[in-house]
Every structure is written in C-alpha cells, then in structure tokens.
C-alpha cells in the first residue's frame, strides 16, 4: 500500500507549530511552540489537568476472518540544543529546542486483534551529541522516552460483521526534573513528552467506515467512540478505506496538500502565500536571525528567497474543477482562471455568459434570488414579501436572540451548494435598510426560521436596490 500522500499529510500534522512566524528564538511566539498533540510524561499530567498522556482513537471497521490491523504511531522528540562560545550571524541561537522524528509500528491480526487484543511496550533512547560550528561548541540533548501502544478490537452486535476499534497509545516516560512528586514546569518536562503524536492506522481483510459520514446502520456505534485527543479520518486515495489518519487537528476525509505547494511551512492550517509573502517582508537582519535559529528554519527561508514570480503566482488561487451551466462551451479556462496554455485571465462575462464559472450566480439560469420563491406555513414568501422573525435555537450568535418577533423585508431567495434555501431581510424598521440593501448587506434565514406577516409594508420600493444580482 503506498502511503506516500498520507505521509504528506502527516507530516504537515507532525511539524505544526515547529517554527512559529517570525522564525527567529527571540519572538515571543516561538517560546510557546508545543502545543499540538502534546502527550506528557504522567508525572507531570497529574499534576496539571490540562496536559494529559494518553491519546486515544476509536474507529468502526468490517471485517472478514483474516483481518490485520498495522498502527504507526509518529511523534517528534524534543531535541534541546545549547550554544557556547563566541556567537556570529552563522552560529545557532544559544538555547532552541529542535525534534527527532520517532515512529513506533505495531500490527495486531487474528484472536489477537478481535479477542484478547495487544499492549506493545516501546523505549526511545535519550543521549547527547556535540558539535563545533564556527568556532562555537553546539550540544544537543535528549530525554529517554517510553511507553506502550494497546490495540484492540470489539466486535458489534448484528449482521454487518463490523467491530470497534481502539488504539490507545500512553506515554510512561520518568518525568525529567522531579520536585516535590511534580515538574518544576512544563518547559522542564517537555522533553519527556511525545509531541505531534498521531496514528496511520492501515487494515487488510476489512474496511473502515467514516466518522464523519457513516452509513445509517453504524451511526450508533458511531457515536459511541470515544476519541481523545485526535480524530481520525479516511485517508489515501479518495474512495479507498483501508488507512485512517488520527491526528490531534480536525481534518475531512482524505485530506491532501495543495498540489502548488512548493515546501514546509510548519503551519499546516494557515494558507501558503500569505506566509511566503510575510517571510519575504523580513529584513536582512531578521533573515539571518531566523537561518541561525534551526536548518530547517534557514532551509525555508532560502527555498523563498528563492521563489520567482510564477512560483508565487501559483499559490494566489486554483479553481479546482468547473461544471457546465448549460451554455456554449468558452475558451479552455486552467488554473486560476487562466486560459489552458498560458496567456492572459479569462474574463467571466457579468451577464452569466460562456465562461462564467460556476460559483457565479449568473452561471445557473434556473437560480433566480429576485424571483424564487418558498412557501412558508402555506404562504408563498418571496422578494418584496413581509415576515417575523423567529430565530432558532441551533444559531451560534447569541445576539440574534435581540431579532426574535422583529419584522423584517425579504430581499431575496437563495440557495446553498446543497440547494437548501434561505432568506436574505433587512430589518423593515432599520432607518438604514435602504442603504443596507444597496449594499447587499442582508441577515440570513430559513424559511422555518420565520412566520409570515409583519408591519405594513414601507414606503420602500421592492424592486429598488438590493434587486437579484446585487
């Protein structure tokens, strides 16, 4: 099985926080980088109850006879690294703690798998290394780590031939610097912790099922995993279910890296060209402070230096896929908007011509927010008609509780991606509704989400501003 783009993917989860912009020891950022995945020694867990030393994932699988379920679990070993001697703009900052990638394998197949389960006990050795870099004496030190990874699975009740699974991985490293029975911090207990840990968890002789999008008959058992500390994801090939990805950030089904991603930028959740842009904004001084900082620090700023102005293009914006609208075929459009075979942007025509792609209201001409209409309690409610608001209890902003029984004007009909509709209003007793819908300027609701009546109708005219298209 190849895993290389999930390993991609992994390692983006692996090195989240490692260099924190501005890439330099001395920013404020970077002296608080571990933070994703962070399992402590129990020591230290114990004592702070916001830290913990277990990660846990639980997953539903099918499964035949012969199933075998491989776990690898990946985590960054805190490397800390003193500087002494006469420092220059070539020698490392004097105290930066770098990471060790450390991988664990554990396969659990047969009786051992469905029944009886495996606990698999793992040490990662510790040690020191010196060096000379221009003239200064560089040693970087590591803790002893170890722990124990349980692999288990319980078969569900009914016919689907399906189990749970659970994978359980516990850090029991000695914590580094007792005092008292505790830590005398967690900077001082970091280096016995496993950091960025996550799973890549592959089955044969079965299939795993979404957590996000589960079949009707494993919703329950579904629910009833319990994952701390990660989630876990299908990953690999889209459409494939024998890897799941149990990472310590929320990620769909089979994520990817954008394929215009030049290199690491040790933020997998920010976007790439606002980094490059910000990383070219550094002075020369700050540049030479952040390569002394760490190699792979000084190895992203010079792939950036490096960087000419159709690699930096290229992270500006892709258009995926584009579907027919049911006009002409226009030009062959590529990336970015930009015609197959180079040239100048392709212009998308205002009227919803050939060409217009499809996230433009114009493209679909059965879509149309002035004239659509839904029926609410019996009443066709469309532009121009009156309603009450009555706010749902599942809306996230608390003031919309301050909109209850207001009447409201509704301006347009729409519909999201699922062909759901939704009510664009202004307030009808807002002085400055006028202005509002000139601007589009719209508060949003579902149909169930209002009743119809209201004031009087204003003086405002519905076919004024604020019409379809606007």
Not at 43 to 62: F, I, K, N, W
Not at 109 to 115: D, F, K, V
Not at 389 to 414: I, K, S, T
Request: hydrophobic fraction near 40%; proline fraction near 8%; glycine fraction near 10%.
């Amino acid at each position: 099985m190849n895993l290389d783009g999930v390993r991609r993917v992994a390692d983006a989860v692996l090195y989240e926080g490692y260099i924190l912009y501005p890439y330099r020891a001395s920013a404020q950022k970077n002296r608080s980088r571990w933070q994703f995945g962070v399992l402590m020694p129990p020591g230290y867990a114990a004592v702070d109850p916001s830290e913990s030393s277990v990660l846990q994932t639980e997953c539903v699988l099918e499964y035949t006879g012969h199933s075998a379920v491989e776990v690898v679990v990946r985590f960054l070993q805190v490397q800390r690294r003193q500087t002494s001697g006469a420092p220059n703009s070539e020698t490392p900052a004097s105290a930066w703690d770098e990471a060790v990638e450390r991988e664990v394998t554990v396969t659990a197949s047969g009786p051992a798998l469905l029944r009886e389960g495996t606990v698999t006990s793992f040490t990662v050795p510790g040690g020191a290394d010196t060096e000379m870099v221009s003239g200064a004496r560089v040693v970087r030190r590591r803790a002893a780590l170890g722990g124990s990874v349980e692999v288990r699975a319980r078969p569900l009740p009914g016919p689907w031939q399906a189990a749970r699974l659970t994978v359980r991985v516990t850090n029991e490293s000695a914590d580094p610097v007792p005092l008292g029975g505790t830590s005398a911090g967690r900077e001082d207990a970091l280096p016995a912790a496993l950091v960025a840990a996550h799973l890549i968890i592959t089955v044969s002789g079965g299939a795993f099922l979404s957590m996000t999008d589960p079949p009707e008959w494993a919703s329950p058992h579904v629910g009833e995993c319990d994952n701390r500390g990660c989630w876990p994801v299908l990953a690999g090939a889209n459409g494939s279910r024998q890897v799941m990805l149990a990472a310590p950030i929320i990620l769909p089904d089979y994520p990817e890296v954008a394929a215009e991603s030049p290199g690491e930028l040790y933020d997998g959740t920010e976007i790439d060209e606002i980094l490059t842009l910000r990383t070219l904004a550094l002075s020369d001084e700050e540049k030479a402070a952040a390569r002394a900082t760490d190699p792979r620090a000084a190895a992203l700023i010079d792939r950036i230096d490096a960087m000419d102005e159709a690699a930096i293009q290229q992270l500006h914006g892709t258009i995926r896929g584009m579907r027919s609208a049911g006009r002409p075929a226009g030009p062959a459009v590529g990336p970015a908007g930009f015609p197959a075979g180079g040239g100048e942007p392709a212009a998308f025509p205002a009227d919803g011509g050939a060409g217009a792609p499809w996230w433009d209201p114009g493209a679909d001409e059965s879509v149309s927010p002035g004239t659509d209409a839904v029926m609410v309690a019996g009443h066709r409610v469309a532009r121009g008609s009156r309603v009450i608001l009555r706010p749902g209890a599942h809306r996230a902003d608390a003031q919309d509780m301050f909109l209850a029984g207001r009447a409201a004007l509704v301006e347009a009909v729409l519909l999201d991606v699922d062909d759901k509709a939704y009510l664009a209003v202004t307030l009808a007793d807002d002085p400055a509704a006028d202005l509002q819908s000139a601007h589009g300027r719209f508060l949003y609701f579902s149909p169930d989400e209002v009743e119809p009546g209201g004031l009087e109708p204003s003086e405002r005219d519905p076919a004024g501003p604020g019409g379809a298209g606007q």
